[in-house]
C-alpha cells in the first residue's frame, strides 16, 4: 500500500471457480514486522537500546551502570544532535515536544513516562540525552536544568540570563 504498512494479494476464496463464481477477494496482510504507535510519543525503544548498551559497558568496563547509562545516552544525544542540526528539531524528533517560552524551551512530553518510577536513573539518562543534544547541534544558547516540580519532564532547557 502506499505508506508500505500493507501488502494487498487479490484471489478467490472457496471452491467455485470460472464465470459466475465472483470477483478476486483482496486480502491484506502486514508489510512490517512491528508498527508502533503512541501518543503522545513514547521512546521505550530508545531508552532499551540505552539501558542495554550501559549494561553491557557497566559489564566490561567494571563502571556503575549508572555512570555507563550517563555516558551512552550522552553520546546517543550528541548523534541526536548533529543529524537534527538544532536542538529543537532534535527534541521534536524524539518526543519531547518543545516549546518555547520566555526562558527557553519547556519539555511538554516525556518520552520515558512510564520508566520515571525509577527516577534517579531516567532522569539522569534524559538529562544527559539532552545535554548530548545540545552539544551535538553546538547550541551554546541554552542549558540543562531541571525543570519546576509538576511538569512534564524532569528537564528543561533555559537560556543562561546576563
Known sequence: ?????????????????????????????????????????????????????????SIQTGDPVAEALRAVAYAEGQRLGLLAGNVEKALADNGFEPEADARGLVLTNCPFDRLTRNTQLVCGLNTALLQGALDGCNDKQHRVEPAPEGSACCARLTRPTE
Open 1 to 57: 500500500m502506499r505508506d508500505g504498512f500493507l501488502e494487498t494479494e487479490s484471489r478467490k476464496l472457496g471452491p467455485k471457480t470460472g464465470p459466475g463464481s465472483g470477483r478476486p477477494t483482496k486480502l491484506y496482510r502486514p508489510a512490517v514486522d512491528e508498527v508502533h504507535l503512541s501518543f503522545p510519543a513514547r521512546e521505550y525503544e530508545l531508552a532499551g537500546r540505552l539501558l542495554a548498551s550501559a549494561i553491557e559497558t
